[in-house]
């Protein structure tokens, strides 16, 4: 039998077998070395930030600059962010990556049209944001800034990393950004006072008679604010008793701790600024007896609360389709990382070198001194300004509600918290309907939406609507909202003419006792809840009502 083998029976041709090929040696990836952020930089360079609400980033501008940074915060992300961010990022991103990677590259390059080379921008500008080792997308937000960035032809621009869950990279930040515990409290103030901003302005301006006087007294209140916590003052030092108490290594931290708290978030010259915001509101005039249905925000953390294209400008056409919008405040989500963190010291007390109870009770009761005073803080500075705002729910009560349907200790997002707020929501008659924003292919938000298919069998009167803000889809968003807040307005109508015939059916009698009585049509003018109807105007006629027989 002859060797065939060198030979082609197609070509008739003899061919010598190949070479084997080198053998290929794998290189770990490292991350790109950038160029320092260091102390001396600190009066050249300025802080971009951006992603949370236009309150929330105004105010955070001023704790920032209190602390002696220059900073400035980005525009709102709009459609050509979106499309920028698609141009330079990975394909298969989820909504928010291409916003705000998107945002952060067309502001560069707007500065680089304004005259700057791009040497300049990489020197004199960092970026600072949020990160996590999460399960979703999340976790790759720094490496997408990075790729775009290189992509866009800023290749070394510093991307500072501030983690969720694992403090800061110090090897990063250096000494240029000084990420202890005043620049934590500067975060968690301007988180406080934009949740109320941001919320009493949702309260007030679905009833508001003068079209556009909400949002001009809100900017009033910013600037307030902002002017408030830019010039505030150091915290005066402690008293004779207070420092031989701090020399105590355990309890002078956490004293410390406290005193820091209630100086930096309570201090006077805020209460008196939110005063002056609340006399501002109170002029402005409402009409509460007007029929409109509460939609309740829920849904993955950036398209829940982005303000813009991010979610198709939702808020604003909830508003103009005549709905009350309840959104969920940043500080719920704070709380939850509170509460992830007491959950963390529970599951591993007793485990192998985590047996020291004295360390555990410490650790147990530094974090459960900081979230309640957390709470006071939220509490006393909403009085101030007006005390219409209520306390978020308690983490225990939602872990109680939702982990039936979802365990709690899957994270990812909010893990349990959009199944456990809706079932609360329902429970307590606090909306008509329940909109939940959610990135395409989200992958914690569709695992929640899967879990609510049988939320919403349990609870058959919640109406649940899932929206996934892919950029191009707007118009058949705004539909499929449309519909489904037809049914919330039956129901809010429903619910009205029910309150109405409980007072005695007579709404000119109510009308007429309000003319009398012109302090209740004021927009901060407290109305209790508690009479198990979810709209505003259902309630207010009944206390009004009530107020009435009282006085007859």
Not at 128 to 153: D, H, I, K, V
Not at 214 to 234: K, P
Not at 453 to 467: G, T, W
Request: with cysteine; glycine share 8%.
């Amino acid at each position: 039998m002859d060797d065939c083998s060198g030979f082609s029976r197609h070509t008739g041709q003899h061919f010598h077998s190949a070479e084997p090929e080198p053998k290929r040696t794998s290189r770990h990836f490292q991350h790109p070395a950038t160029q320092p952020f260091t102390a001396g930089q600190r009066s050249t360079t300025t802080l971009l930030y951006g992603g949370l609400t236009l309150k929330h980033e105004q105010l955070l501008k001023a704790c920032l600059e209190n602390l002696g940074y220059r900073c400035e915060h980005l525009p709102t992300p709009n459609l050509a962010s979106l499309q920028t961010g698609k141009e330079y990022s990975n394909n298969g991103q989820c909504n928010p990556t291409y916003f705000t990677v998107g945002n952060l590259v067309k502001y560069l390059q707007q500065l680089q049209e304004a005259g700057q080379s791009r040497q300049q921008i990489i020197d004199n500008y960092v970026f600072l944001t949020a990160g996590s080792c999460g399960p979703c997308r999340f976790g790759m937000y720094e490496a997408e800034y990075n790729n775009a960035l290189q992509n866009a032809g800023f290749s070394g621009f510093r991307v500072l990393l501030f983690q969720q869950t694992e403090g800061y990279e110090a090897g990063q930040l250096e000494a240029g950004l000084q990420t202890n515990f005043d620049f934590y409290l500067s975060i968690i103030h301007s988180v406080l006072l934009g949740d109320l901003l941001n919320e009493v302005g949702y309260q007030i301006r679905p009833y508001e008679r003068e079209s556009g006087a909400t949002d001009r007294a809100l900017e009033q209140c910013a600037d307030i604010l902002y002017r408030a916590i830019r010039n505030r003052h150091d915290e005066p030092e402690p008293g004779r008793w207070m420092a031989v108490l701090g020399s105590i290594p355990l309890l002078g931290q956490l004293l410390n701790t406290r005193r820091k708290l209630n100086h930096f978030l309570s201090s006077p010259h805020i209460i008196s600024a939110l005063e002056q915001c609340r006399n501002i509101l109170s002029c402005i005039e409402v009409d509460r007896i007007q029929v409109k249905p509460v939609v309740q925000i829920t849904g993955e953390f950036w398209a829940q609360l982005a303000e813009g294209d991010g979610n198709f400008n939702m808020f604003r056409f909830l508003e103009g389709e005549g709905a009350e919008v309840h959104i969920s405040p940043v500080s719920t989500w704070l709380l939850y990382v509170f509460w992830g963190i007491k959950e963390g010291y529970r599951d591993r007390f007793g485990l192998k070198g985590n047996r020291n109870p004295l360390r555990h009770l410490y650790r147990m009761a530094a974090i459960t001194l900081g979230e309640k005073l957390f709470l006071r803080t939220y509490a006393r500075l909403g009085k101030a300004l007006g005390d219409t705002i209520k306390e978020p729910v308690s983490l225990e009560k939602l872990e109680q509600l939702g982990h039936r349907h979802y365990h709690s200790r899957i994270t990812g997002g909010e893990g349990h918290l959009e199944v456990a707020k809706s079932i609360h929501a329902v429970q307590h008659h606090e909306c008509h309907m329940i909109l939940s924003l959610k990135p395409f292919g989200c992958m914690p938000s569709t695992q929640s939406d899967g879990v609510m298919a049988q939320v919403v069998s349990d609870y058959p009167e919640m109406i649940f609507l899932p929206i996934e803000t892919a950029g191009e889809g707007e118009i058949n968003a705004h539909s499929r909202v449309q519909m489904a807040l037809g049914e919330a307005r039956r129901r809010a109508v429903a619910e009205f003419d029910t309150a109405l015939q409980a007072t005695g059916g007579d709404l000119e009698a109510i009308r007429a006792y309000l003319n009398q009585n012109p302090q209740m049509n004021t927009a901060l003018y407290k109305t209790l809840n508690g009479s198990q109807l979810a709209g505003s105007a259902a309630n207010f006629i009944t206390q009004i009502a009530t107020r009435m027989e009282q006085q007859s």
